[in-house]
């Protein structure tokens, strides 16, 4: 058995029928030239092959006796493959709107505790011909990162696809028959495991804290205890900041990765400035159409990564921070670099205070403590009434740079979709495959009924950055060249020296 640590238990106790705590993503699939068979039990035979690959395929939970500590992860040795891999047909045009607004259908639904927390549904019926795969997975046992490396267990680098050596034969060993007794002593164990861990990094957190803490000192050696001039505390409010409902509305839309690039080398700011700069002007010009742009800036919520290089265990190492949108700018190229300084500072503060910040924490009688306390957020709706610490969830996950096939089909998008909460109701969440970005916006439909017109929003501010980026390049070699050819040369200027003039613009 395997504990669930503080943070993968939180993901686990905070879920409620409104708030499902799953992440999932939608690809859109180009099937083989000539394809004749049948691509759902070729997902299956595939998934069945490489389950072993990844354990979030494997294994499930099995709670503690009256909820004292966190439940405990076990090998499920029954998986029945039939339900966790599904065959939805899209009904006529097919189009991908209607893919989009089924997989928001399929998103706001509770996974099945007493199975393993994953689903994967295969999806037909596109007037492309294309088939579509979307799969959810529950946040309690995977990151962003953690999804990268999941992707890469049931995902080929060549349409033929790899040979996947098959798992050694293992004894049955029945864990979902655990008695309570040995659930007690596993649950004591683990707490004063986590609570050793506490204690043994306690000088780390120490010094880290005392280093997050302490403002740097300035030039005349002293200390600037003075908050950033735009440092707050709670957000504006918005028609985005209420408590949500379980029904979900999702939008994909995608942008050339190339033109990012482009973006943030010539603005000088980097790709995930970017990103945030392209969210928040598309939700200035959202929130303006609506009238209900507020003086302040947005203030977006952004998680960060705590894991180390290289490691790609199926877990949560994951914290929060808030970044200002500066939607309280006009002017665009202000807008970027507003949100460049201030996701500098984030940086800054972020590499002083990461190592304090534990993942794994003892807390007795967590599940229904926390359980309770997110219940009582919800019914109270205190969402609707409490000032918001941040107007939505941006996050942005480094996905993989190269061609991928599932089951022999070329995969063409990877399309994000995350989860809203209250006083959240929208999640941008950005994945970079394949020389591509793929934005995917999921939200509560009562709160957001039009995330479509948002998302075109978005589209709209890339193609503006792009603009103004492409502004402020050197002019091409050609149009130098013409124009120095169609301007007249001075009276006094030697035709040798106008020549030597033009070779040096070539």
Known sequence: MKHLSGVDSAFLHLESPEMPMHIGSLNVLDLPEGYSGDFYEDTKAHIQQRMHLAEVFTRKLVLMPLDISNPVWVDDEDIDLDYHIRHVTLPKPGTNRQLQQYVARLHSSLLDRSRPLWEFFVIDGLKSGQVALYSKVHHAGID???????????????????????????ARRHEYQLGVAELLGAALRNTLHQSAGVVKSLPLIARSAKSALLPPKGASGKRDWSLPKDFK????????????????????????LAEVKLIAKVLGVSLNDVVMATTAGGLRAYLKDNDELPDKPLIAAVPVSLRQEGDTTSNNQVSMVTMNLATNIRDPLQRIQKIHESSANTKLMMGRFKAAIPTDFPLPAAPWLMSALASLFSRSRLANVMPPLANLIISNVA??????????????????VSIPAHSMALNVTVQSYNGRLDYGLIACRRALPDVNELADALLAEHRTLLELARAQLPAPVETMLAAAKAKPAPATTPARKRAKRVAVAT
């Open 233 to 256: 505390i709670f957000a504006p409010r918005t028609s985005l900041n209420v408590a949500i409902t379980n029904q979900r509305t999702f939008a994909g839309r995608t942008v050339p």
């Open 399 to 416: 996905g993989i740079p190269v061609q991928l096939y599932f089951a022999g089909a070329k995969v063409v998008s990877y399309y994000p």
């Open 144 to 170: 962003g990162q953690a999804g990268v490396a999941v992707a890469k267990a049931i995902f080929d680098l060549e349409p033929t696809g790899r040979t996947v050596k098959p798992p050694r034969p293992r």
